[in-house]
């Protein structure tokens, strides 16, 4: 049976995975981690473009 997971716990995992995934390899492009992110964790574009404005500003 599936669980269903709420939009704004997919969007804090896929910002945990974006940053595990930018310690382990700092100069990975950012761009590259939202996308990988977006399909991994189903991320509408708006969500990915709050993410991407995130990390962007780090």
Avoid: C, W
């Avoid at 595990?20 to 990988?36: F, G, M, S, V, W």
């Avoid at 977006?38 to 990915?48: E, K, S, V, W």
Wanted: glycine residues 2%.
């Amino acid at each position: 049976m599936a669980t269903i997971v709420s939009q704004s716990e997919l969007v804090r995992k896929a910002a945990e995975y974006i940053n595990e995934k930018r310690n382990l390899d700092p100069n990975k492009d950012i761009h590259a981690l939202l996308d990988e992110a977006g399909m991994r964790f189903n991320l509408t574009p708006l969500d990915q473009a709050s993410l991407e404005r995130i990390f962007s500003e780090k």
